[in-house]
């Protein structure tokens, strides 16, 4: 899930692909997991409305 910084939390959670930006690929991985684990993206083991706006608000490059 996303790229991490290994020092805990994801830096950029909604990279559900891992290659530094949050896209339409990443989105298409969210889709594709609604209403399953598979896309989640806040951790609470579902795909929903709350990952699409955790997604759409991180929307571009990754902090670095």
């Not at 805990?8 to 959670?13: D, E, S």
């Not at 290659?19 to 969210?30: I, S």
């Amino acid at each position: 899930m996303g790229s991490g910084s290994g020092s805990g939390a994801p830096a950029c959670p909604a990279d559900l692909d891992g290659d530094g930006v949050v896209g339409g690929a990443d989105l298409g991985l969210l889709l594709s997991g609604w209403n399953s684990a598979a896309g989640d993206v806040n951790g609470d083991n579902t795909t929903n409305g709350e990952d699409l706006g955790i997604m759409l608000s991180a929307w571009g490059p990754c902090p670095v």
